[in-house]
């Protein structure tokens, strides 16, 4: 009897619609029930995907970080310095393949990381997981597994002059993954306030070191590798070499570096690294023909990129402090004032006093109405609250 009197249940999209009421506002049922639809699709899109903004990827991107900065610095030490019996091959090995592990759950990471299309196209982020599925394969992905593939587990530590040896270089694959670091770098600066001029200098800095380490790296595996599979390293006669082994030996050998440990070896090498990027004068020469074709290659590199840096910096530095360039400015153009119409001195002195202590109020009040003119009409009022909240606590 009871079950006779009582209701019927509600059907599922009607309770949803009923959840919904307040947000829907007074859309159709048609429409509602659309609109229910798409906000249960977008609920398990973020479901399966990862938050771009969200707390779990940014603590992701600093550990990829460490461990990419730590790849990009030790992993050309290894290829060209590294001998064994390797120093800590312990230590070293296993943050190989903690680096292994790491790169391989970034791997799995990027599968469920949301994408912003390309301007063109609207600039959203897309949520679809197999969309972000299909563009991550069509993007970076076989770079990420080029970088992952641990070479080193195949070749183990092979012996100088060894064939073997000689295809450790098949390890620089792992840099690149490098790249990685412009997109977390993009991350941190959505969020951190920087300077982005001065963010910009550091980036140049760091570019130019990099660079050099890697200069310097490539530098030493080119004098161990020899010009001609199977040469090794050996002492030779300073005073004979030049004539009787011109061309088959290295610069190691011409050098005197033989007996150098690793760490002294690779200072030479980032001596000859940094005066081909800066154009310094250098004792170290090519001693064979292949290090004469890497000599060459390096100084194509280092002042390619020197002269890059100097354009670019040059810029950024003239942009370091705006508000000083305008005040310079204005300052010139009331010198020109008071010359042309000849104001005395006691006015020039106190027009020069008012631009003086009013700079960067002018300034700064002319570029807040252009900023405020680029913002959307939500984010112009939040922003201009903030700005005068000072102002309307004493109304309020």
Request: with cysteine; glycine share 4%; proline share 4%.
């Amino acid at each position: 009897m009871a079950a006779a009197n009582a209701r019927p249940a509600t059907p599922p999209n009607e309770q949803h619609l009923v959840q919904h009421r307040e947000s829907l506002g007074n859309l159709s049922f048609h429409d509602a029930e659309a609109a229910v639809r798409e906000i249960a699709r977008i609920r398990t899109m973020l479901r399966w995907t990862i938050s771009p903004d969200g707390r779990f990827l940014r603590r992701w991107d600093l550990v990829m970080c460490f461990f990419l900065v730590y790849t990009t610095f030790v992993t050309p030490c290894e290829i060209a310095f590294m001998r064994p019996p390797v120093a800590h091959p312990g230590l070293i090995f296993l943050m190989n393949r903690l680096t292994d592990v790491v790169l391989i759950a970034d791997i799995v990471i990027n599968f469920f990381t949301p994408f912003r299309e390309s301007p063109k196209k609207g600039a959203r982020w897309v949520y679809t997981l197999s969309r972000i599925c299909s563009h991550y394969v069509r993007g970076n992905f076989a770079l990420d597994f080029i970088a992952t593939i641990p070479i080193d587990l195949f070749l183990g530590q092979s012996e100088v002059g060894t064939p073997e040896f000689s295809l450790r270089v098949l390890r620089v694959f792992r840099l690149l993954h490098v790249v990685r670091l412009n997109t977390i770098l993009h991350h941190w600066t959505a969020t951190a306030r920087i300077d982005l001029s001065l963010l910009e200098l550091v980036k140049f800095a760091f570019m130019t070191f990099t660079t050099a380490h890697w200069l310097a790296c490539f530098w030493g595996f080119i004098g161990s590798l020899g010009p001609s599979i199977g040469h090794v390293n050996e002492a030779i006669d300073v005073e004979t070499w030049y004539v009787q082994d011109y061309h088959q030996v290295t610069w190691i050998q011409a050098g005197q570096f033989t007996e150098a440990s690793a760490f002294e070896l690779y200072s030479a090498c980032l001596y000859t690294a940094l005066s081909n990027v800066f154009g310094g004068p250098c004792e170290i020469n090519p001693a064979n023909y292949l290090e004469f074709w890497a000599q060459s290659f390096m100084m194509f590199v280092g002042s390619s990129l020197w002269a890059y840096i100097i354009g670019c910096g040059v810029t950024i530095v003239a942009t370091l402090n705006p508000h000083t360039q305008e005040h310079r400015r204005i300052i010139g153009m009331l010198r020109y004032f008071v010359n042309d119409k000849n104001v005395d001195a006691d006015l020039a002195s106190r027009l020069r006093h008012y631009f003086n202590e009013t700079s960067s109020m002018r300034y700064f009040a002319s570029r807040n109405d252009e900023l405020m003119s680029t913002m959307t009409a939500e984010l112009r009022g939040e922003a201009f609250y903030v700005a005068c909240r000072t102002r309307f606590s004493k109304v309020w």
